[in-house]
């Protein structure tokens, strides 16, 4: 079974340059996250959708940030414009939905450079 | 507000020894407790867990890890390590009582010395 994917693996943009990631969760899982993860420092939530509603969203920065589910299976993560403090990993992570026992599972990552 | 401590940012061990990576936490309900491996330029691989029951469990790759609740602590635990156990170990709470919410520790990088 595949798991959980996400594309680019790599993006190097300048700044002010708008971005955008994608990733496509196991199937069957309904319960979608993106996590920024900073060099150092461990994954921090942006977004939990469960199917397509959002239902954690306090920490996206909305002013440059936006995110969507649509048919609440694959989803894109967008950021425009790009600034330099957005260089870092970025992580899609799915588990099943209705049960706080599940554990995530995590896409590879995006990787992102901003100049 | 939950949290998650992992005091030591790199463990080092001579392979076939014994390796403890520590993690502390801070919930306002009962923990859900976990432990997720990340290799170079790879995303997180779940370990183990722990839910309820009995306060050791044992994960992939021979990783096992104790619930202290007096302690509120969940150290991750290998009797005997491997130099292929080298990568960064991240620990992680969930907070039943916030919709489910993870907090992640910052990750302790672990060395299996030959």
């Known amino acids: 079974e595949a798991g959980v994917v996400q594309s680019p693996r790599y993006k190097i943009i300048e700044k002010k340059q708008p971005v955008a990631f994608w990733c496509n969760p196991i199937?069957?899982?309904?319960?979608l996250y993106w996590y920024l993860q900073n060099l150092g420092q461990g994954p921090e939530l942006l977004i939990r959708?469960?199917?397509?509603?959002?239902?954690?969203d306090s920490q996206l920065p909305k002013d440059r940030f936006s995110a969507e589910r649509l048919k609440g299976v694959d989803s894109t993560l967008k950021i425009q414009p790009a600034e330099l403090g957005d260089s870092a990993v970025y992580l899609c992570?799915?588990?099943?939905?209705?049960?706080?026992?599940?554990?995530?599972?995590f896409g590879e990552g995006s990787r992102l450079t901003v100049l | 507000a939950q949290s998650v401590a992992q005091p030591e940012d790199q463990v080092k061990v001579a392979e076939g020894n014994p390796l403890t990576v520590k993690c502390t936490y801070s919930?306002?309900?009962?923990?859900?407790l976990f432990w997720y491996v990340q290799y170079p330029n790879r995303g997180l691989q779940f370990l183990l867990k722990?839910?309820?029951?009995?306060?050791l469990v044992k994960g992939s790759y021979g990783f096992e890890a104790e619930f202290n609740k007096s302690q509120t602590s969940f150290h991750l635990k290998k009797p005997s390590a491997l130099v292929s156990d080298s990568a960064l170990y991240f620990c992680?709470?969930?907070?039943?009582?916030?919709?489910?919410?993870?907090?992640f520790g910052d990750g302790t990088t672990l060395t299996v010395k030959p």
């Open positions: 959708y469960e199917n397509e509603e959002a239902v954690d």
């Open positions: 199937s069957g899982h309904n319960t």
């Open positions: 722990y839910i309820t029951g009995d306060n």
């Open positions: 992680a709470v969930r907070d039943i009582a916030n919709a489910g919410k993870s907090t």
């Open positions: 919930v306002s309900g009962n923990p859900y």
């Open positions: 992570a799915s588990s099943f939905s209705n049960t706080n026992t599940g554990e995530l599972f």
